[in-house]
Nanobody
Framework: HVQLVESGGGSVQLGGSLRLSCAASGSIENSLCMGWFRQAPGKEREGVASIDNYGTATYADAVKGRFTISQDNAESTLYLQMDNLKLEDTAVYYC???????????????????????????WGQGTQVTVS
């Protein structure tokens, strides 16, 4: 059983940067997909970025060019570097682990059931990011 613990959230000014970390209690080396999701007040949880076990990343359009996902298998840690933060990035950010990749290898970030959707096995408790 994998436990995920996020850290690195906080308050940041518009245009600033934060780096989120997600420490896994077990090995994430064999996870097919890992990623970050977020939920803003009054909104549904949405995908932010994912990474497959070959290091291929997928990003939501809203964060492309500003966020970078990476993982350190030796440290069993997933990261999200967030630059040029916008007000609309304010949300609780969740780390998630292990769901099926798309045929061809990339990891979907649209939450849901069935083929082509992300349905992670494990979730972290979330970390708040506030941009003002």
């Amino acid at each position: 059983h994998v436990q995920l613990v996020e850290s690195g959230g906080g308050s940041v000014q518009l245009g600033g940067s934060l780096r989120l970390s997600c420490a896994a209690s077990g090995s994430i080396e064999n996870s097919l997909c890992m990623g970050w999701f977020r939920q803003a007040p009054g909104k549904e949880r949405e995908g932010v970025a994912s990474i497959d076990n070959y290091g291929t990343a997928t990003y939501a359009d809203a964060v492309k060019g500003r966020f970078t996902i990476s993982q350190d298998n030796a440290e069993s840690t997933l990261y999200l570097q967030m630059d040029n933060l916008k007000l609309e990035d304010t949300a609780v950010y969740y780390c998630a682990e292990n769901w099926d990749p798309l045929y061809g290898g990339s990891c979907p970030i649209r939450l849901g059931q069935g083929p082509g959707a992300a349905n992670p096995d494990h979730w972290g408790q979330g970390t708040q990011v506030t941009v003002s």
